[in-house]
């Protein structure tokens, strides 16, 4: 990792929403112009640990943040603690612009791309940090996440607000509950889709008004039920008669974009926890 500075880039070394060429095309060009940056691995590996090095980045003035959408890292830096500046901050992101246009901005025009050079960060780690952030200029603490994750990763703080606090336990690749949020405050920064990959919400009524009868529809049924169902057989739909379990079960793999892996992949631990939550056992 290189001196601290102004710059810092964010390799997201664990999903391939970023093109590799544009990372290295921007990488090289700013150790070709000779300007001091920080390379790190990815900001939400750094957010889900809390790491301290989030902390001194954030403190910067007048710093360039390369990375993904804009608000999905501001509010990755909230969630570890660490919350960026309101002002002097700017983010530029790969996911949509071109790495001349970035490397414009970083170097005030006076630098062109040069030759393919290898630039090394640290290796990625075991766990993929897929979990949610919570954008809480938009959050109203409705609680629907709280009340459908799955998986346990929401709980209240003391002040009541809902707060992500097992991010290691979310399913990766599951956005169930930002698809069910009816504010679009929840981001998955690695998703494809926008706005749970943390682009702009652009039609704030029209999303609320799409979400809230998927919700009306998958809770007709006990998902828990449904789940722990599913995962017996290990199978996506069972082979003898459709029934509500049937049609639920396609609502969370096709509606909720629910990994069928996700759902079959659930642990005795997680089904008895499942269990209890759905009798209400583990609510306030």
């Known amino acids: 990792m290189t001196k601290s500075s102004r710059i810092l880039f964010c390799n997201c ?13 921007i990488l090289a060009a700013l150790k070709d112009a000779g300007v001091e940056f920080e390379a790190v ?5 750094m957010s889900a640990k809390r790491d301290p090095l989030l902390k001194r980045l954030a403190g910067e003035d007048g710093i360039k ?15 570890g603690e660490a919350p960026l500046l309101q002002e002097g901050v700017k983010i530029l992101n790969m996911r949509t612009r071109t790495a001349e246009e970035i490397i414009s901005e970083l170097l005030d025009g006076k630098s062109t791309v040069k030759g393919k050079q290898e630039i090394k960060v640290e290796e990625k780690g075991d766990w993929i940090p897929w979990f949610p952030v919570i954008d809480y200029d938009r959050c109203k603490n409705c609680m629907q996440c709280l009340n459908f994750c799955l998986f346990g990763v929401y709980e209240l703080s003391d002040e ?13 690749n599951c956005p169930a509950c930002a698809r069910v949020c009816p504010h679009k405050a ?5 998703y494809a889709e926008s706005p749970i990959n943390g682009d702009e919400v652009v039609d704030d009524k029209g999303e609320e008004q799409k979400t809230e009868p998927e919700i009306n ?9 449904i789940i722990r169902q599913h995962s017996k057989g290990k199978k996506r739909f069972a082979k003898d008669k459709p029934d509500i379990q049937q049609i639920n079960i396609s609502r969370l793999i096709e509606e909720l974009n629910i990994p069928s892996e996700v759902l079959a992949s659930l642990s005795p631990e997680e089904l008895a926890r499942l269990k209890n939550e759905s009798k209400g056992e583990n609510r306030e």
Do not use: M
């Open 186 to 190: 929840i981001i998955f920064p690695k």
């Open 160 to 172: 009541g607000i809902v707060q992500v606090v097992k991010p290691a336990s979310c399913k990766t």
């Open 217 to 225: 529809k998958l809770n007709q049924g006990d998902i828990y039920e």
């Open 65 to 79: 943040i390369v990375a993904c959408f804009p608000r999905a890292v501001r509010w990755l830096f909230h969630a």
């Open 41 to 45: 691995t990815d900001f939400c590996e």
């Open 13 to 25: 070394a664990y999903y391939q929403i970023i093109p590799d060429d544009i990372k290295s095309k």
